[in-house]
T-cell receptor, first 115, second 109 residues
């Protein structure tokens, strides 16, 4: 399944580094999402973009900065992260934002470790 | 607050049947999803229920009771490849997806 791809798959960074996560969807969808997945915790929705506009920001610290240059690409820029930010970061897309039955398609995630 | 409860981990035997329960307390209800996530991989869609009753899809079935705030995922004829985490998620009145922490299912030969 290559509908939603994410790079890199693994990332180790220090607290002073700046890095970016990339997500690309090849499904022609109009909505894209960033989630944080920590062990034994529910998925945490971070950001939602619909038609390239940010429609949701769930009180995410400013050290996480999203960017959506077009409907196929989504970035998450990282800077001055903390060790507790270590997690699996998942990107997802769906046809539209407001359809309740709309299935989200997930990428494989980026496993982030902050030292 | 909104809450989704699932067992953390379950163990079952190859060829057997297992039922994974999900209970929810949410502000409104607009449907319930089940996703499967193999270790190190993306969650993938299994089922969506919005009306009470059982939906069958091959070896997997999903049940919903809105009055009880309860759903289960039933897996029959278990195979080793069914070892994965199973995520329950509810669409609330604001059309937000509220996720459970997932149930890790271990299949033994």
């Amino acid at each position: 399944e290559t509908g939603v791809t994410q790079t890199p798959r693994h990332l180790v960074m220090g607290m002073t580094n700046k890095k970016s996560l990339k997500c690309e969807q090849h499904l022609g969808h109009n909505a894209m999402y960033w989630y944080k997945q920590s062990a034994k915790k529910p998925l945490e929705l971070m950001f939602v973009y619909s038609l390239e506009e940010r429609v949701e920001n769930n009180s995410v610290p400013s050290r996480f900065s999203p960017e959506c240059p077009n409907s196929s690409h989504l970035f998450l820029h990282l800077h001055t992260l903390q060790p507790e930010d270590s997690a699996l970061y998942l990107c997802a897309s769906s046809q539209a934002r407001d359809i309740t039955t709309d299935t989200q398609y997930f990428g494989p995630g980026t496993r982030l470790t902050v030292l | 607050g909104q809450n989704i409860d699932q067992p953390t981990e379950m163990t079952a035997t190859e060829g057997a049947i297992v039922q994974i329960n999900c209970t929810y307390q949410t502000s409104g209800f607009n449907g319930l999803f089940w996703y499967q996530q193999h270790a190190g991989e993306a969650p993938t869609f299994l089922s969506y229920n919005v009306l009470d009753g059982l939906e069958e899809k091959g070896r997997f079935s999903s049940f919903l009771s809105r009055s009880k705030g309860y759903s289960y995922l039933l897996l029959k004829e278990l195979q080793m490849k069914d070892s994965a985490s199973y995520l329950c998620a509810v669409v609330d009145s604001n059309y937000q997806l509220i996720w459970g922490a997932g149930t890790k299912l271990i299949i033994k030969p």
